[in-house]
């Protein structure tokens, strides 16, 4: 076994010890390429709050626009855009980028991984966004965003 077989040596080896964000992000998509059962109870959980989406997703991480994001693909199309938003602030195309990037597949879903105490004020700059974009949002738990288009 290698440095680079164990998670924390992934994650320090990738050069993350103050990115927790993108640590997270890492570490997560490590944990779905190295453990199929892993993957598979997490695909389960997204397929509860989407149905339809596919059972073969296979996940990887991609490094765009100063942050790193988790792409869930299936046949190489992305499906679902897992994001960490722990403190950083929303980058100025989220989520918008995110919903280009998933255009054409249905069903698609974004999820953001952010602790308990920004949920409510991401959920309202998200739903801010996605108004001033002219995307409908609707809500089907309280606090639960699910996007469609107008």
């Given at each position: 076994?290698?440095?680079?077989?164990?998670?924390?040596?992934?994650?320090?080896?990738?050069?993350?010890?103050?990115?927790h964000e993108d640590a997270a992000t890492e570490g997560l998509g490590f944990?779905?390429?190295?453990?199929?059962a892993?993957?598979?109870?997490?695909?389960?959980?997204?397929r509860i709050?989407?149905?339809g989406l596919p059972g073969d997703l296979q996940f990887a991480t991609h490094a765009s626009s100063g942050h790193t994001d988790l792409?869930?693909?299936?046949?190489?199309?992305?499906?679902?855009i897992v994001v960490s938003k722990f403190a950083a602030a929303l980058a100025d195309e989220q989520p918008a980028q995110h919903l280009r990037e998933l255009?054409?597949?249905?069903?698609?879903?974004?999820?953001?991984?952010?602790p308990e105490w920004r949920r409510g004020h991401l959920v309202r700059e998200l739903g801010e966004r996605l108004k001033s974009a002219g995307l409908a949002s609707i809500y089907r738990?309280?606090?639960?965003?699910r996007v469609c288009t107008p």
């Open positions: 076994m290698t440095v680079q077989d164990t998670i924390l040596g992934h994650l320090i080896g990738w050069g993350l010890p103050r990115r944990l779905l390429h190295r453990y199929p892993i993957r598979d109870r997490f695909v389960a959980l997204l709050a989407q149905p792409i869930g693909r299936h046949a190489e199309h992305p499906r679902v255009a054409g597949e249905s069903p698609g879903l974004i999820v953001f991984i952010a738990r309280p606090g639960t965003p």
